[in-house]
């Protein structure tokens, strides 16, 4: 069984964190993104190398929720993310 790819921030991604949620500039980003709500919760858990299972999986425990609906809902976000460069695969 093949393992599932890790994820992680890319170090060459500029962020910033403040009450309005985190803004961040990727190697691919022409513009600034800003991420907000449990998009934030989704960049925080990305400072350390993790699987796309067990990022579900520790923000539906931390958020109470199902996990497929978890999975389905970050899933966009994973997937942008990792486009732009602002998180990669390790």
Same mark, same amino acid.
């Given at each position: 069984?093949?393992?599932?790819?890790?994820?992680?921030?890319?170090?060459?991604?500029?962020?910033? #964190?403040?009450? !309005?949620?985190?803004?961040?500039?990727?190697?691919?980003? *022409? *513009?600034?993104?800003? +991420?907000?709500?449990? %998009?934030?919760?989704?960049? *925080? &858990?990305? &400072?350390?190398?993790?699987?796309?299972?067990?990022?579900?999986?520790? +923000?539906? #425990?931390? !958020?109470?929720?199902?996990? #497929?609906?978890?999975?389905?809902?970050? %899933?966009?976000?994973?997937? %942008? +993310?990792? &486009?732009?460069?602002?998180?990669? *695969?390790?």
């Amino acid at each position: 069984m093949a393992r599932s790819p890790l994820l992680v921030r890319s170090p060459a991604t500029l962020h910033r #964190a403040g009450p !309005f949620g985190v803004v961040l500039l990727a190697p691919g980003d *022409e *513009e600034p993104r800003a +991420l907000a709500g449990s %998009a934030v919760a989704v960049w *925080e &858990a990305l &400072a350390e190398t993790v699987s796309r299972d067990d990022l579900v999986a520790d +923000l539906a #425990a931390a !958020f109470g929720a199902d996990p #497929a609906t978890v999975a389905a809902d970050v %899933a966009p976000l994973l997937d %942008a +993310l990792l &486009a732009s460069g602002a998180v990669v *695969e390790t």
